[in-house]
């Protein structure tokens, strides 16, 4: 097993600082005090805590990513697929939602390297959803005629329920269900 890279250490420590004083209280120099660096070590890799803080929601990311991707691999229908995704995603928000209590800070979230980030993840996010509908569709589970505009629909059902779930300490995956029941078969009677 390979050593961290330097700028991946710094990314490790941020990280429990982070989640530790909050993003407005975090600073570099706590940062290289709990590597026990100089703050020049630290400015070498990184210009400022925003991005230092934008590296470490690419690691959270790309972990989440990892883990979707993993499950997703061990289902055999779309549907499962979805179920899954949909669950590992909301479980993973509420997990890192109360890691970082800045993300729960409004002023944070109008910050523009945020906004950046959170396009690119939103946009991979669809991809996703779409592709998992697109395999739906050929497998006859889905019926679908517009996959792109279905996978929009259920991420913006998603983003809207965040915040309700993560304020909610009720069982998430009893919701997740009910809300994906509604999803397949509709809430119109026949």
């Given at each position: 097993?390979?050593?961290p890279?330097?700028?991946?250490?710094?990314?490790?420590?941020?990280?429990?600082?982070?989640?530790?004083?909050?993003?407005?209280?975090?600073?570099?120099?706590?940062?290289?005090?709990?590597?026990?660096?100089k703050?020049s070590?630290?400015?070498?890799?990184?210009?400022?805590?925003?991005e230092?803080?934008?590296?470490?929601?690419?690691?959270?990311?790309?972990?989440?990513?990892?883990?979707?991707?993993?499950?997703?691999?061990?289902?055999?229908?779309?549907?499962?697929?979805?179920?899954?995704?949909?669950?590992?995603?909301?479980?993973?928000?509420?997990?890192?939602?109360?890691?970082?209590?800045?993300?729960?800070?409004?002023?944070?979230?109008?910050?523009?390297?945020?906004?950046?980030?959170?396009?690119?993840?939103?946009?991979e996010?669809?991809?996703?959803?779409?592709?998992?509908?697109?395999e739906?569709?050929?497998t006859k589970?889905?019926?679908?005629?517009?996959?792109?505009?279905?996978?929009?629909?259920?991420?913006?059902?998603?983003?809207?329920?965040?915040?309700?779930?993560?304020?909610?300490?009720?069982?998430?995956?009893?919701?997740?269900?009910?809300?994906?029941?509604?999803?397949?078969?509709?809430?119109?009677?026949?």
């Amino acid at each position: 097993m390979r050593r961290p890279t330097l700028k991946e250490h710094i990314i490790q420590i941020s990280r429990d600082v982070f989640s530790k004083l909050g993003f407005q209280k975090a600073s570099v120099e706590e940062i290289a005090r709990s590597m026990r660096k100089k703050k020049s070590s630290i400015y070498y890799h990184f210009k400022s805590k925003e991005e230092i803080f934008e590296a470490v929601l690419e690691y959270e990311a790309n972990i989440l990513r990892q883990e979707i991707m993993k499950k997703l691999l061990e289902q055999k229908s779309a549907s499962d697929k979805l179920l899954i995704y949909v669950k590992s995603r909301m479980l993973y928000i509420k997990k890192l939602i109360n890691f970082y209590n800045a993300l729960k800070d409004d002023y944070f979230n109008r910050m523009p390297f945020i906004e950046k980030l959170r396009k690119r993840f939103d946009e991979e996010e669809i991809g996703i959803i779409r592709n998992i509908l697109v395999e739906g569709m050929v497998t006859k589970e889905f019926q679908l005629t517009r996959p792109d505009l279905a996978a929009i629909a259920i991420f913006t059902a998603m983003k809207g329920l965040e915040i309700p779930f993560m304020q909610d300490n009720e069982d998430m995956d009893d919701k997740i269900t009910y809300l994906m029941d509604i999803l397949f078969y509709g809430i119109k009677s026949k």
